[in-house]
C-alpha cells in the first residue's frame, strides 16, 4: 500500500539510481510506471521482485499516477510535468526547467523542507530538484549559515561524469581504456579529451562570462536560503571522476566562528560526515563519497587571510547520482506522503 509511482527517464544514470534508493529506504507503493524515450519502449526490465516493460513517455502517461519522479532532461520536463500535474500526479523533477519559477519549491530536505508549500502525493504540482552542486555545498554550508551567518561564498567545483548522464561516465571509461592503449580517444560528449584532462563545465557560457552552472550556483542559493543578498561567485570544473562531486568552499561570514566551532556543527549535522584528520593528511575524497548517502566535509580551517574569525574553508564531496540527485528527489517524496 502506498501511491502510485512513475519513472521518467528511468533508463538513465538518475533514472537507475531512483529505483535503487526507492528499494533502499523501502519506499511504499502500489503500483510503479517504467517511462522512457521510444528507442526504449518494450524493453524489460526487474525491479522489487517484478518484471516490468518500460512504456513511450507520452501526454497519456499520468492518469493515476500520486508521484512521478523525472530525469529525462529540461525539455522533457518543460513539456510534460505541467501535463502530468493537470493530471493530478505530483512531480519531482530533477531538471533544472522550473527550479526557478516563482512558486515552484526548491528544496533540500535537510535545508528547507519548510518550503514545500503543503505539497502532497496525487495532488498535482511540480517540486524542483537543485543542482548536484548546488545540494552538495548547501548541506555543508547550510549548517554554518545557521550558526554563523554566511555574507559571501566563493566555490571551485571539480565535477565528475554522472553530472552529464550515463553515456558521459561511458565516454569517460572508453577514452580512459584508448588513452592507455595509445589509440585517440573517442569524443561523442564532451568536446574534449576527458580522460586525463579536466576543463570548464560543459553548461552553456552566459554574457557575463560565467556557465550556467556557475550561475545556478548562485540563483539556487539565494532562492532556497530565501536570502538574495548573500555574495556568491562560483567555478565549476569538470574532473575525470565518475560519480561524485568535489568542491572546495571559502566562506565570509557575518559572526566569528572557530574551526573547532565549525567541526562540532557539521558533526551534528544531518546527512553530513566529518573526514578531517590533519595527522594523516586524510580528507574526504569522491571514493569515500561514490554510491553513499552523506556528504563528507573536511579541510575545516580557518581562512588565515583574514585576522577575525569570520573566515572559513572546507573541503567537501557527494555523489552526484545520490544526494546530487535521486537521493534527494526520493527524500522529497517521502514529504509527500
Ligand atoms: P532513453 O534511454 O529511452 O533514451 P541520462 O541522463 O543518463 O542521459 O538519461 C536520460 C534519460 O532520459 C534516459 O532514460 C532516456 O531514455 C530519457 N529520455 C531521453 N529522451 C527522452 C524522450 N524524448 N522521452 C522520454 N524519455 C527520454
Redesign the pocket.
Known sequence: NGPSLAI????????QEFLRVLKERDFPYSNMKF???????GKQMDWDGNHYT?E??TDKSFGGVDIALF???GS?SKKYAPLASDAGCTVVDNSSAFRMTEGVPLIIPEVNADHLNGHKAGKGGIIANPNCSTIIALMAVTPIHRAAGVRRMVVSTYQAASG?????MDELEQQTREVLEGKPPTQNIFPFQYAFNLFSHNAPMQENGYNEEEMKMVKETHKIWRQPDVAITATCIRVPIMRAHAESINLELENELSEDEAEKILKEAPGVSIINDRAANRFPMPLDASHNDDVYVGRIRQDISRSDKKGLDLFVCGDQIKKGAALNAVQVAELLL
Not at 8 to 15: C, K, P, Y
Not at 164 to 168: H, I, V
Open positions: 521518467v527517464g528511468v533508463t538513465g544514470a538518475v533514472g517511462l522512457a524515450s521510444a528507442r526504449s519502449a518500460i513511450e513517455l530525469s529525462a532532461g522533457i552529464a548522464g550515463q553515456a558521459a
